[in-house]
């Protein structure tokens, strides 16, 4: 059943599903990739600018519109989780991966309870014109349901890699993680700056958030299906590599597109980490993380 | 400083409070004891939807103890969340049998959750009224197990003949079979392939997909290619909307006649409010709508009740899938306790196994594995609906039953597309 328009179509609906995906584990791959901070209740926070997203539009605004509305209140919600997270950890000598993965790991079954509390447990999805209608092209037809959030994802990564690569602030974010004491013998205080990078992480999710709702309903829980995905999209990029986990994104997607099209849809869930322990046997520093 | 005497009170209060409980639990004061029912219901998870069902049972204890209890005693509910995990199952049921000495069991809800305890039940020979647990027995084939859902005999091939029925009647030659790899969805799907060949009808594509997929477009145009004259599916709640939509975006062939058959979340208030009008033209399973012919005096109070409360739980303020049949495990464990006038397993069982039970659903009867002898799931069309106003769905004609004959309230309306834009 190989025809071309089958194939055209999945291989787009590869990128804009990759695309998504882009957005979920941006945050990510700040916190983890760049900071070195286990975040796994990343993908909850994104569930919860889902949650957000999902409110503002109960009173009429536009999911894109309503997820800029939630970058301020996001932001500050991650410099509170750093600054909880540097009192009980870096502050007393330091945390290791097993500390954090836990208080990380409790964090997001407490934001999913505080979510089942708020809203309930039933499947909550946002109604916007676009939803539902496809672009036709050719013999490609590309619903807006996947074109819209897509595109969100390049934009969104592009202005933080614009502020992490030319901003002072963002040149710092990237020195914290590479020598800490440095930083504070040029003045500058590691932990304001590690709370600044956090609280950007936090914000992208509500970004992320509002794609996730687009492409389909949510549920407080729906967080656990997307953090292996998105911890793979990060490591195979390249712990820090912000534009490639873009890139990689896009490679599971299609991969995951045309498996489901041409082989079984089934065993598409294995596809992101078949690639990641084939990606890491061939370069163990991910694919476009600098070697050390 | 103590003396010796006083030593000896102090040990003599000390054992006979430590021989209270045992006392007091002997069968002189046996009668006086509440007849505790135990089960554990989804209350956080991602199966928490369900547990509007715990609604019903409240509502079943509140009635029972109004009329007075059965045989003389109160009824007591011990409830437990299982966080919709089917490893905290076991735990839960042998903390309800050995520490919370519960007389009547209530299985979880569904398949999943209950495969864990089926072996425990069957060990210990208890007695236990199933819930949504399509097949749940056919494995184990514990006689003390009966179904509160309406599934049927050889439910895993069966319940959802109803669609087959239709499309054969239709006169559909080749049907495409979808499904999510999660138990039930599975079952069906394997069920429905096994009638499909018994119909001399061609599966033309038969795939599963894993849980959460998002986006259902490849599905779709794999679909169409195979020119089906009906599709069957077998989804949950966030698939059963992604499918919905993917099919409005991608659209389907004109020659669909039926589309639906056992897709989890059409049943829901949720989905019907959220979908609305999209939902037009699917011909989907149920376990009961406000059509006429199932319109009882007893349906219409549980649901005047149950109403109220579920909105202000914040539940689904429909509840048409899964309450009544909650309340009807009641009336089951209620029957079988009068009916025997004993809550000793074996006795419920065998009043259960000799006699059919009035329900607010209807009479029910069971064969030996506990499955109602008479099938009686639902095959329902969706059509008229405007807007997303959940209201509507509690006037006749929106959910029109095609299928059990006895219940039909209207004709199918073909082609899908058709129906869809109706």
């Known amino acids: 059943m190989l025809s071309i328009d089958i194939l055209l179509n999945a291989i787009v609906t590869g990128i804009l599903l990759g695309s998504v995906y882009a957005s979920l584990a941006l945050g990510l791959g700040i916190t983890f990739g760049i900071l070195h901070i286990p975040n796994i209740a990343h993908p909850t926070l994104v569930v919860a600018g889902a949650f957000f997203v999902y409110t503002l539009t109960q009173w009429g605004l536009d999911p894109i519109v309503a997820a800029l509305i939630g970058l301020v209140p996001f932001y500050l919600l991650g410099v509170v989780l750093y600054a909880f997270y540097s009192a009980v950890f870096e502050r007393k000598g330091g945390a290791n991966v097993l500390q954090s993965l836990t208080l990380f790991f409790g964090l997001s079954l407490v934001i999913e309870i505080l979510l089942s509390l708020g809203f309930g447990s039933e499947l909550k999805s946002v109604s916007v014109s676009y939803i539902g209608s496809s672009l036709k092209l050719g013999v490609l037809t590309v619903p807006y349901r996947l074109l819209i959030p897509a595109l969100l994802a390049p934009v969104t990564i592009a202005a933080v890699w614009f502020y992490l690569s030319r901003t002072n602030s963002g040149t710092a974010i990237r020195a914290v993680a590479h020598e800490e004491r440095a930083l504070s013998i040029a003045g500058l205080n590691p932990a304001s700056v590690k709370r600044h990078a956090f609280g950007i992480a936090t914000a992208t999710a509500v970004i992320a958030g509002a794609a996730l709702i687009m492409v389909g309903p949510i549920e407080p829980f729906a967080g656990r299906y997307q953090i292996g995905r998105v911890f793979a999209i990060v490591v195979l990029a390249g712990m820090g590599s912000i534009p490639g986990s873009l890139v990689i994104a896009i490679i599971i997607g299609i991969a995951e597109a045309l498996v489901s099209s041409y082989l079984n849809p089934s065993w598409s869930p294995g596809v992101a980490f078949a690639i990641l322990l084939l990606g890491l046997a061939l370069r163990p520093q991910g694919l476009f993380g600098a070697a050390r | ?422």
Request: charged share 20%.
């Open chain 2, 1 to 422: 400083m103590k003396t010796r005497r006083q030593f000896h009170k102090l040990m003599a209060v000390t054992a006979a409070g430590l021989a209270a409980p045992a006392i007091l639990g002997s069968k002189v004061f046996a009668q006086d004891k509440p007849i505790r029912v135990g089960a554990s219901v989804s209350l956080t998870g991602p199966l928490a939807s369900t547990k509007n069902g715990q609604i019903g049972y409240e509502l079943w204890r509140d009635d029972v103890n109004a009329a007075g209890g059965l045989l003389g005693r109160k009824v007591e509910l011990v409830i437990y969340d299982d966080q919709s995990s089917a490893a905290n199952v076991p735990a839960i049921y042998s903390k309800l049998v050995d520490v919370d000495a519960c007389d009547v069991l209530f299985s979880p809800y569904g398949a999943n959750l209950s495969a864990p305890v089926m072996p425990f039940i069957k060990q210990r020979d208890l007695f236990m009224i199933g819930m949504f647990g399509l097949a749940g027995n056919d494995v184990a084939k514990h006689d003390k197990f009966f179904h509160s859902g309406p599934w049927g005999p050889n439910s895993g091939r069966d319940w959802a003949r109803g669609f087959f029925d239709l499309a054969k009647a239709q006169g559909v030659k080749k049907i495409a079979i979808i499904n999510a790899d999660l138990e039930f969805s599975k079952n069906a799907a394997k069920g429905g392939a096994d009638v499909a060949k018994e119909y001399g009808m061609e599966v033309v594509f038969n795939q599963s997909y894993p849980p959460n997929t998002s986006d259902f477009s490849s599905m779709i145009r794999n679909i169409n290619a195979g020119d089906p004259e009906a599709i069957f599916i077998a989804s949950y709640p966030a698939d059963s909307t992604a499918i919905i939509r993917g099919v409005k975006e991608i659209g389907i062939s004109d020659k669909v006649k039926l589309f639906g058959g056992a897709m989890i979340g059409p049943q829901y208030g949720a989905l019907l409010g959220s979908l609305g009008p999209e939902l037009n033209g699917l011909v989907n399973s149920h376990t009961f709508v406000p059509e006429p012919t199932m319109q009882t005096p007893a349906i219409k109070s549980f649901f005047d009740r149950y109403t109220p409360i579920a909105v202000k739980q914040g539940v689904d303020p429909l509840g048409f899938y899964i309450p009544p049949f909650y309340y009807v495990a009641g009336q089951l464990a209620a029957a079988a306790i009068t009916g025997s006038k004993s809550v000793d397993p074996a006795k419920m069982a065998a009043f259960l196994h000799a006699n059919a039970v009035d329900t607010i659903v209807g009479k029910i009867a069971f064969t030996e594995i506990g499955d109602w002898k008479e099938r009686r799931v639902l095959m329902v069309q969706l059509r008229g609906i405007k807007g997303n106003d959940l209201e509507q769905f509690r006037n006749p004609g929106h959910q029109v039953i095609l299928d059990p004959p006895s219940l039909k309230t209207g004709e199918l309306a073909a082609p899908y597309n058709k129906a869809r834009a109706s």
